[in-house]
């Protein structure tokens, strides 16, 4: 007799191929306006609109957000958004002075964060894996890169996300981790990463457009 699990499993992998390719059959790449929206015209941020950012907007982020790759599916990240004037003053102190203003007048702050302990949530999130647990938790070294790393991504992944939906990202690392960890993640295996401020940016508050490096000088072909 055939393992229900394991004929359950089965089915759900046939499910996703199939989907998958029936998806690929009918996709498109994205237009110029999409590219423009993402990458090509969107900006960092310096200044904001007086335009709120609501709680749906947020989630719908999230709901795209979440969906990046990490290594076996791990997801460490965490993000706390800053969306009180009580969290905002709770912030204040941790903000390097050059960008003291641009967080304060920011409608959101997203404390991009990451879980040391990630590997709690793998049991959920890598389930044809039972124990893969243990090459973290035996590890703290492990977790700590694999947890910077993925979160780092899931960062980025939160960055287009949030412009996929219309908002624009004023990201920043010139605040003091250990005092943003100290305020909001106390007593958790939360660690701060980088700020990514939203909102509907400004555009009299936008800089010149700095260069970026050429294929040449990115990229190799070996
Ligand atoms: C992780 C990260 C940290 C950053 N830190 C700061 C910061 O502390 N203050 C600031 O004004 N800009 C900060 N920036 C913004 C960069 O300077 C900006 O993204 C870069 O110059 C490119 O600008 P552009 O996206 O408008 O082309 C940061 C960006 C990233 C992604």
Redesign the pocket.
Known sequence: MKDENATSHEEEVKRAQDRFEQFKQSASVLGEDARKLLFTE?????GWLDRPVTEEVLKEIYALAKMGATSMNGSPAHFAFINSEEGKERLRPTI?P??LE?VMTAPVVAVIAYDEEFYQNLEKLFPHSPGADSLFKNDQDLAQITAFRNGTLQ??YF?LAARAVGLDC??????DNTAVDKEFFSGTSLKS???CCLGYGDPKK??G??P?LEFNEACTLI
């Open positions: 969107a900006r960092s941020q310096n390097l050059f960008n641009k960062g980025a960055m004023g990201p920043m690392s010139g605040f990463n980088f700020l936008i800089f457009r700095f970026r």
